[in-house]
């Protein structure tokens, strides 16, 4: 009981502690008595003041710092300690990425402790993009990452070739502190600072990607075109078709349907990309430092050379291709019997996109008599997986996408709803079930590999989602399973609340990450998962490949490394990972904001998707784009904030802006540089609100 008073309140004195505890007057003394126990037993620490606190509070903490586009802080803390809040003044020159040591300063009730950064452990990234000013004996680089808050002073013969306007990289050779900016020099230019094209490129190697490879790796790639497929399998004459978005190039996966007597055998076929790419090699070091490929809204930056990730290793049509394949034996209740690993070669009879497969699907076109039914047999077999895996607790979370279109000289035209069809679907369950098959075979062989790994719900963020969500009626315990919040999220559907319970579900997750170890997924409901599926693109799945191979499949590979350097490895795909969401994120923000400059004064129909203390988030439902309507921005009445009802309410005139709610809003402005969509009420009729916007779905990264 104290020690969640002191969780939750941060450190107090002991006359403090009982009042929060509502310890009586006359059993305060043997309280006390009790809390300098616990000291001398060091199970609490006191501080300066006579502060009682928890032991690991009492001193300074390290961590991870990343910023907001406010310039807020937040340090998450080693070891699985949360995170600590950083405002900007106490940053101390502390850039994103810097691993910091913190010191916590206040523990306000019901929110993240406060710190300020005491010290730079480890330096991170030193490389950022921006716009190049010239400034007479000096130039600057004004951040297009909205994280550094700060300008880089640029020397006037430390600025390369760049001009005044121009987007530039530039690398941080003085870091600054409180009183000075930092000091850089310029290394690349990128291009003229307003051409779209220009700014996509900015993102990504703001972000610590590389746009090309190296010629060594280039080099190596090119030297495996003559490279013999090895003993294997010969499937080539299997009925075999990758389903994917219809512009993709790196075909990872693609699957095969066999009936038998009991049900079906799916054939999961996965590139082979362990066969070419060595461990430790120059390909290898590359696709490690990169992580994962990165897809903006105008190009890939991939994790392997083209020569491998969009033709060697690339199962496109027509071609006979290495695979790493899984069997199932699945009933027609969804039950997977048996599971059998092969070396392969394949040949792809088909190259489906989504809406291709979709229309087999609902039998508005035909392909082929064989190729239809493989799609419709698919369709049947993941509907009964995923009605099992539902059944067992697992989350069915889907949120809606945007889908930037682009005009042939590649400017931002528009953004709209992707939808999520069935055949989304499809393919998302039988590589989930490859998935968790191969996650099983590896924790059988007691394996060195990565496993992905979700930890439950915990802390502020489930304490405000038990509140909303019994707020509406939903009986919710205090420590939920997956299943608890699935049996929410399915008795709001198709109800006023669908919207409201499913966003309330998904803030109080946590981010999905690799670990060396397999722990439970709370998303999915197993404790036996791993990503095996997409090794062109994803590097921890190139490793769990060699995993199966070495020790399962017992074909000659070098094994992956086991203890400190496995954790380091899946620390640093987790970031990387990260990184390229928040540059995938940010191509898509930088197409929206040059699209609504175009639309500033104009109304539009949108539904409130979040709400803080300072406003609510509105999404508009065409075109598909999330601005701000603060506060200041609803009229001459004093909003207050409701977080236990996640709302907005005006004092004066009772108007309420809650989430789920549907309402007009006005475009107000545009910021290109803060990449930030602003919104007003029109008049009080908006405030009313209208009809907002339906259809595709996305899903977290599990």
Request: charge should be neutral; hydrophobic fraction near 35%.
């Amino acid at each position: 009981m104290i020690r969640k008073a002191l969780r939750r309140g941060g450190p107090g004195k002991p006359k403090e502690l009982a009042r929060r505890l509502g310890i009586p007057r006359a059993a305060y003394p043997a309280f006390r008595d009790r809390l300098k126990a616990l000291v001398e037993s060091g199970e609490l620490a006191r501080k300066r003041g006579g502060r009682i606190t928890l032991p690991s509070e009492s001193k300074r903490r390290s961590g991870l710092l990343t910023v907001t586009r406010g310039g807020h802080g937040f340090v998450r803390l080693e070891g699985g300690g949360g995170e600590v809040f950083v405002p900007p003044e106490a940053l101390g020159g502390a850039l994103p990425g810097d691993r910091v040591s913190v010191e916590i300063t206040a523990y306000p009730p019901g929110k993240s402790p406060v710190g300020e950064v005491t010290d730079i452990l480890d330096a991170g990234p030193t490389v950022l993009s921006g716009r190049y000013e010239a400034a007479g004996e000096v130039g600057f680089v004004i951040p297009f990452d909205p994280r550094f808050r700060r300008d880089l002073l640029v020397p006037r013969d430390a600025s390369g070739e760049a001009k005044h306007g121009d987007m530039v990289v530039a690398e941080i050779t003085h870091r600054g502190n409180r009183r000075h900016g930092p000091v850089g020099q310029v290394t690349d230019v990128l291009g003229p600072a307003g051409d779209p094209s220009v700014q996509s490129l900015a993102v990504a190697r703001g972000r610590g990607f590389d746009i090309g490879f190296s010629e060594e790796v280039v080099r190596a790639a090119e030297a495996l075109a003559d490279a013999p497929l090895g003993e294997r399998e010969d499937r080539t004459e299997e009925a075999v078709v990758t389903i994917d978005p219809g512009d993709a190039r790196d075909h990872d996966d693609a699957i095969s349907v066999e009936p038998t007597e009991e049900g079906f055998t799916v054939g999961v076929h996965i590139a082979d990309v362990a066969h070419y790419v060595a461990a430790d090699g120059p390909i290898d070091r590359e696709a490690r430092k990169r992580g994962t490929s990165v897809y903006l809204v105008d190009r890939v930056i991939p994790m392997l050379p083209e020569a491998l990730s969009t033709d060697l290793c690339s199962l496109v049509p027509d071609k006979v291709r290495p695979a790493v394949s899984v069997y199932l034996d699945v009933k027609a209740d969804g039950r997977v019997v048996g599971t059998r690993f092969a070396r392969t070669a394949i040949r792809n009879r088909r190259k489906l996109s989504y809406e291709d497969a979709q229309a087999i699907i609902d039998r508005g076109t035909s392909v082929s008599a064989e190729i239809d039914q493989l799609v419709r047999s698919a369709a049947q077999i993941s509907r009964a997986l995923r009605a099992r895996r539902l059944s067992r607790g697992a989350l069915n979370l889907e949120f809606p996408e945007p889908r930037i279109l682009l005009d042939e000289s590649g400017a931002p035209v528009d953004s709209i709803e992707q939808p999520h069809l069935e055949s989304h679907s499809v393919i998302e369950e039988l590589m989930l079930a490859a998935n968790e098959a191969v996650a099983r075979a590896c924790l059988r062989a007691k394996a060195p590999s990565p496993y992905r790994i979700h930890d439950p719900p915990s802390g502020d963020s489930l304490d405000q989602a038990l509140g909303l969500l019994r707020g509406m009626g939903y009986a919710v315990p205090d420590d939920p399973r997956p299943a608890d919040f699935q049996r929410a999220l399915t008795q709001s559907k198709d109800t006023p609340q669908q919207a409201l319970v499913a966003w309330t579900v998904l803030r109080a997750l946590k981010r999905a990450c690799y670990a060396p170890a397999a722990s439970l997924h709370f998303g999915l409901a197993t404790s036996e998962y791993t990503h095996f599926t997409s090794p062109i693109r994803r590097y921890p799945d190139l490793l769990v490949h060699r995993t199966l191979l070495a020790k399962v499949m017992g074909v000659g590979q070098k094994a992956v490394p086991d203890g400190e350097e496995l954790a380091a490895i899946c620390t640093e795909a987790s970031e990387r990972e990260r990184e390229a969401e928040a540059a995938e994120r940010d191509s898509v923000l930088l197409c929206q904001v040059e699209i609504m400059s175009h639309h500033v004064g104009e109304v539009f129909d949108g539904r409130v998707t979040g709400v803080t203390g300072f406003g609510a988030f509105i999404r508009l439902e065409r075109p598909f784009v999330e601005g701000l309507l603060h506060v200041s921005q609803v009229g001459d009445d004093y909003l207050d904030f409701d977080p236990a009802r996640m709302e907005l309410v005006g004092r004066r005139t009772g108007m309420r802006l809650f989430l789920g709610q549907e309402l007009q809003v006005q475009v107000s402005r545009v910021d290109r540089e803060e990449r930030r969509i602003e919104f007003s009420l029109p008049d009080e009729g908006g405030r009313t609100g209208r009809r907002g916007g339906r259809g595709g779905r996305g899903r977290p990264g599990w």
